[in-house]
């Protein structure tokens, strides 16, 4: 879980004679589900939150009571957070992306999304240390005989079509050509 910023709120509670108004500061934290907005004064004790404020506002993060983090210091938390993911991002275009050919059409910011794209799912693609189809646990061998006897299925001919299912084939051939969706190419024809 990281901290990324702080939201300052308005929380109203209505009632029929008069609505309470509380400011209230949300640490938004990254990979952090909740599943309740936690209000009460013993959750907010067990979470480290100091409801009298005579001392300075912290939060901690699960039952890790070693580190806190103030509410008044999350800027710079998150400047501590951003420039360790800048510095792997670097490392990983360096790296993985060095011998990478990238369109030369594509804009600037198009490339930036792209190395941020690559950046967030790079266990998907191969590494040195984990080259692809080297998954563990579904390495697969695959042996091609190319030597006499051939595998049986190498053996078989292939299945002649009847007359009449060629005539129609060659038929439906033909209209294709006519319709423009197919056309005969000559072998020394460049097709883009």
């Known amino acids: 879980m990281y901290p990324l910023g702080i939201l300052d709120t308005n929380i109203v509670f209505p009632h029929p004679a008069r609505s309470i108004r509380m400011k209230t500061e949300i640490g938004v934290m990254d990979n952090c589900t909740s599943q309740h907005l936690i209000l009460g004064n013993d ?44 510095t792997y991002r670097k490392e990983f275009v360096a790296n993985q992306l060095s ?34 189809g080297a998954i563990k646990g579904n390495e697969v061998d695959i042996y091609l005989n190319i030597d006499r006897p051939y595998p049986p299925v190498l053996r078989i001919p292939p299945y002649p079509a009847s007359p009449r299912a060629r005539e129609a084939l060659e038929k439906h051939i033909q209209e294709l050509i006519q319709f423009g969706v197919l056309r005969k190419v000559g072998h020394n024809e460049k097709l883009k």
């Not at 100091?50 to 890790?64: M, Q, S, V």
């Not at 990478?100 to 191969?126: G, P, W």
């Open 99 to 132: 011998e990478a050919q990238i369109n030369s059409s594509l804009s600037t910011k198009m490339i930036h999304e792209l190395i941020d794209v690559l950046y967030t799912y790079n266990n998907a693609f191969a590494s040195h240390n984990e080259p692809l």
């Open 43 to 86: 959750y907010l004790n067990i979470y480290g939150i100091d409801i009298n404020n005579h001392k300075d506002k912290y939060f901690t993060i699960r039952e890790n009571k070693i580190q806190k983090f103030a509410f008044s210091n999350m800027c710079k938390q998150i400047s501590i957070m951003s420039s360790k993911k800048d």
